[in-house]
């Protein structure tokens, strides 16, 4: 699976941003997806799940109620809506295909980042 995330960019405290990440390849449709960020001089960090249908989600606390993750499958699409944006939120993020788990070693792969920069 190749995954490619785009939609980032520069957005004021409060803001909203929504990132998507587009797969290739049939399989799309059978792997839990996963959002990570990693901000400068921090380690990548997990942000939220969806699970292979989309039927049930997870967040990293920083996030939730804030976070929103959503897919299309039809469109081998998974999105990260990010709203009530704050500076703490600036990161590279990250989408990666695997089994929806919290550890950056439950995926196989990796898109290649969009960054995000929130000001205050």
């Known amino acids: 699976v190749h995954l490619q995330a785009s939609g980032g960019g520069w957005v004021q405290a409060g803001g909203s941003l929504r990132l998507s990440c587009a797969a290739s390849?049939?399989?799309?449709?059978?792997?839990?997806m996963g959002w990570f960020r990693q901000a400068p001089g921090k380690e990548r960090e997990f942000v939220g799940a969806?699970?292979?249908?989309?039927?049930?989600?997870k967040y990293a606390d920083s996030v939730k109620g804030r976070f929103t993750i959503s897919r299309n499958n039809a469109k081998n699409t998974v999105y990260l809506q990010m709203n009530s944006l704050k500076p703490e939120d600036t990161a590279v993020y990250y989408c990666?295909?695997?089994?929806?788990?919290?550890?950056?070693?439950?995926?196989?792969?990796w898109g290649q980042g969009t960054q995000v920069t929130v000001s205050s």
């Open positions: 990666a295909a695997g089994t929806g788990a919290v550890a950056i070693g439950s995926y196989n792969y």
């Open positions: 390849g049939r399989t799309f449709s059978t792997y839990d």
């Open positions: 969806i699970n292979w249908s989309g039927s049930f989600t």
